[in-house]
């Protein structure tokens, strides 16, 4: 998802910034805030359903073995979150740019930083504020409560909160546009 989720959201506005539709998008009567939840759910529904296209192989399996569906649905739940995060960074960085390739590759960067939060904590026995906020601020620690099968409040209002962050800077870019 890290690299595949920007490369789908890289067109979501820099393409529209690139054919000039971007100007007509603004002049439309919708508010900014509409084109970027718009933009947003048209994303993270089409990797949503990329995603759930491929719960048919444990469900197909599942006739052959028994398994706890409990943790797989949590691991979906956590993957869509994790989707929807990666797809308001992509939409972000799609924002921020009129070229393609530079979109992806913010995005990415976006999205690796994001992922290896936590790898900056440094361990060690000292465990300082610092470390234990990148930790918490880290994508793979609260998707890896998702992965074990736990729900965990928390994790759900993390996730929650970087796509609501992401999609209002979004919406600020796109805000500051109309104005120039």
Partial sequence: FVFVVP?????????????????LLLTSPVTATHI???????????????????LAYPLATRGLAEFPMGPLFSAYLGLLLVAGVYVAVGLF???????ILLSVVMGLLF????????????GGESSTWWSAALEYMSVGQHFLNFIIGAIKLNSLVFFVSLMVLFVFLTQRVVESSRWR
């Fill in 7 to 23: 490369a789908l959201t890289m067109r979501l506005l820099a393409e529209e910034k690139r054919l000039r539709t971007y100007d």
């Fill in 36 to 54: 970027a939840v718009g933009k947003f759910l048209a994303g993270w529904g089409t990797v949503a359903v990329l995603t759930l296209i491929s």
């Fill in 93 to 99: 960085a799609s924002s921020l740019t009129e070229s």
């Fill in 111 to 122: 999205n690796i930083l994001l992922w290896f939060l936590a790898q900056g904590a440094g």
